[in-house]
């Protein structure tokens, strides 16, 4: 059913939270409307223009050069690029990381 949501919604950019990390990327989870997919690690490379690395504990990928960081919880925006029904599937692109002032300002914008 999350796949058919997302695939009705294609190049739709939505606030996330990151859940998992693996090799393979990031695994985030939206609220509204509830998907869970995953951005791949290629797409992460080309975002962060730079290697990264996969803490030994998975909880934090990070690039040396540029000292970014990505972490379980990470406030995040994604924008859903493929879906697949068949494989119940959903890849987001990672659009950007949310600083915690940001979320903070967003928050006092909504209330």
Known sequence: MSAQVAKDRLGLS????VVGMHTVG????????YLEGLIAA???Q???GEPY???DDETEL???KSKRRL???SQVTVRIINANT???RINFELVNLISGKQLRQALRTIS
């Open 86 to 88: 068949s494989l119940r």
């Open 14 to 17: 939505l606030l996330g939270q």
């Open 26 to 33: 990031v695994f985030v989870r939206t609220a509204e409307p």
């Open 71 to 73: 972490h379980l919880g």
């Open 62 to 64: 990070f690039t040396r």
């Open 53 to 55: 690395e996969l803490s």
């Open 42 to 44: 290629e797409d992460l």
């Open 46 to 48: 080309s975002y962060f």
